[in-house]
C-alpha cells in the first residue's frame, strides 16, 4: 500500500489531527494505552512572516494513560518533528513564552506526567539504536532511596519521560516500535519522495488507522501541494544556508585581517612577524 510520507509535515499533521489515529499511533511509541486525547497547540518555530517555517514542527495534547492497575492517568505529550538541530534553543524559548500566557494554561486536579516524543531527521547519538528513551528516578540524594512516583504527584509533573527517534537510524523493525516507526523510514521511498510504500499485513491491527489514515492523505491534492511546498522552502533555506556560511567565512577573514593590521600600526609582532 501506498502511504504519504510522515516525514513531510504536511503528511504528518494529517495524520495526527485525528484523535483515534493520533491515539493509536502514540500507543505504539509509548507501550501504553493512550486515551482521550485532545490536541490544544500546534505550531512551529519560524514566524509566519518567514517563508521558512518548517523547520520545527509541533504538536501538543492533553491525553490519559491506562495505568496497569486500570486507573487513568493525566499526561501532556509534547511532540516535536526537528529538521535542524540549531532550531531546538529557539523552539524551546518559543514553547516557555507559550506556557507563560495564562490564557494557554492546563488545568488538572493533579500535575500531570509530560511525555516528550522528539522526531530528528539528523542522528543526535553515536549509538546506533533508532529509539532512545529517557526516564525519571525520584531518589534521597543523601541515603539513594527511591521514592514513590504516585506520591510524588508534583515532581511527577515537572520530571519528563522523553523519546528521541533517529529517524536516519531506522532499520529493519524487530521490536513492535520499530514496526511503527516504519512508515519514516526513507529505505521505503518510491521514486515519488512523498510516497512510502508499506505491507499493510506487517503492522498489528490497532496500528492500521495510522496506515489508512496516511494512504487517504496520499490521495489529497492539498496534502500534495503542500509537501510539494515543503520541497522548495527546503530548497530554498538551503540556499541561505550557503549564502549564510559564505558571508561568516568572508566576515571571519575579515577580522583577521583587521586584526593583523592593528597589530601592524601598534607594533605588536603577528604571527608572521616572529623570528625563525
Given at each position: 500500500?501506498?502511504?504519504?510520507?510522515?516525514?513531510?509535515?504536511?503528511?504528518?499533521?494529517?495524520?495526527?489531527?485525528?484523535?483515534?489515529?493520533?491515539?493509536?499511533?502514540?500507543?505504539?511509541?509509548?507501550?501504553?494505552?493512550?486515551?482521550r486525547?485532545?490536541?490544544?497547540?500546534?505550531?512551529?518555530s519560524?514566524?509566519?512572516?518567514?517563508?521558512?517555517?518548517?523547520l520545527v514542527?509541533?504538536?501538543?495534547?492533553?491525553a490519559k494513560?491506562?495505568?496497569?492497575?486500570?486507573?487513568?492517568?493525566?499526561?501532556?505529550?509534547?511532540?516535536?518533528?526537528?529538521?535542524?538541530?540549531?532550531?531546538?534553543?529557539?523552539?524551546?524559548?518559543?514553547?516557555?513564552?507559550?506556557?507563560?500566557?495564562?490564557?494557554?494554561?492546563?488545568?488538572?486536579?493533579?500535575?500531570?506526567?509530560?511525555y516528550?516524543?522528539y522526531?530528528?531527521?539528523?542522528?543526535?547519538?553515536?549509538?546506533?539504536?533508532?529509539?532512545?528513551?529517557?526516564?525519571?528516578?525520584?531518589?534521597?540524594?543523601?541515603?539513594?532511596?527511591?521514592?514513590?512516583?504516585e506520591?510524588?504527584?508534583?515532581?511527577?509533573?515537572?520530571?519528563?519521560?522523553s523519546?528521541?527517534?533517529?529517524?536516519?537510524?531506522?532499520?529493519?523493525?524487530?521490536?513492535?516500535?520499530?514496526?511503527?516507526l516504519?512508515i519514516?523510514?526513507?529505505?521505503?521511498?518510491?521514486?515519488?519522495?512523498?510516497?512510502?510504500?508499506?505491507?499493510?499485513?506487517?503492522?498489528?491491527?490497532?496500528?492500521?488507522?495510522?496506515?489508512q489514515?496516511l494512504?487517504?492523505?496520499?490521495?489529497?491534492?492539498?496534502?500534495?501541494?503542500?509537501?510539494?511546498?515543503?520541497?522548495?522552502?527546503?530548497?530554498?533555506?538551503?540556499?541561505?544556508?550557503?549564502?549564510?556560511?559564505?558571508?561568516?567565512?568572508?566576515?571571519?577573514?575579515?577580522?583577521?585581517?583587521?586584526?593583523?593590521?592593528k597589530?601592524?600600526?601598534?607594533?605588536?609582532?603577528?604571527?608572521?612577524?616572529?623570528?625563525?
Amino acid at each position: 500500500m501506498n502511504i504519504a510520507n510522515p516525514n513531510y509535515d504536511a503528511a504528518f499533521q494529517y495524520m495526527m489531527e485525528d484523535d483515534d489515529v493520533a491515539q493509536d499511533f502514540l500507543s505504539a511509541i509509548f507501550a501504553e494505552k493512550v486515551t482521550r486525547i485532545s490536541n490544544y497547540a500546534a505550531g512551529s518555530s519560524r514566524s509566519e512572516k518567514n517563508p521558512i517555517k518548517f523547520l520545527v514542527r509541533r504538536l501538543d495534547y492533553n491525553a490519559k494513560v491506562t495505568m496497569p492497575d486500570g486507573n487513568l492517568r493525566d499526561i501532556i505529550v509534547e511532540l516535536h518533528k526537528i529538521k535542524l538541530l540549531s532550531d531546538v534553543p529557539r523552539f524551546r524559548k518559543r514553547i516557555e513564552a507559550y506556557y507563560s500566557n495564562p490564557e494557554n494554561g492546563r488545568t488538572f486536579s493533579e500535575g500531570p506526567q509530560v511525555y516528550r516524543l522528539y522526531f530528528f531527521q539528523h542522528s543526535i547519538s553515536a549509538s546506533d539504536t533508532p529509539v532512545i528513551y529517557s526516564s525519571y528516578e525520584i531518589t534521597d540524594s543523601i541515603t539513594n532511596e527511591q521514592f514513590s512516583i504516585e506520591d510524588n504527584k508534583f515532581l511527577l509533573s515537572i520530571c519528563p519521560r522523553s523519546w528521541f527517534v533517529q529517524i536516519p537510524k531506522l532499520k529493519q523493525p524487530e521490536a513492535e516500535i520499530e514496526q511503527a516507526l516504519s512508515i519514516f523510514d526513507r529505505r521505503n521511498l518510491t521514486k515519488n519522495p512523498h510516497i512510502v510504500e508499506v505491507n499493510e499485513e506487517n503492522f498489528p491491527k490497532t496500528y492500521l488507522s495510522v496506515i489508512q489514515r496516511l494512504h487517504k492523505a496520499s490521495e489529497i491534492s492539498s496534502i500534495r501541494l503542500a509537501m510539494e511546498m515543503e520541497d522548495a522552502c527546503a530548497i530554498e533555506f538551503g540556499k541561505w544556508e550557503s549564502i549564510i556560511s559564505e558571508q561568516k567565512k568572508t566576515i571571519a577573514q575579515k577580522d583577521k585581517e583587521i586584526g593583523e593590521l592593528k597589530r601592524q600600526l601598534s607594533g605588536t609582532p603577528g604571527k608572521s612577524d616572529k623570528p625563525a
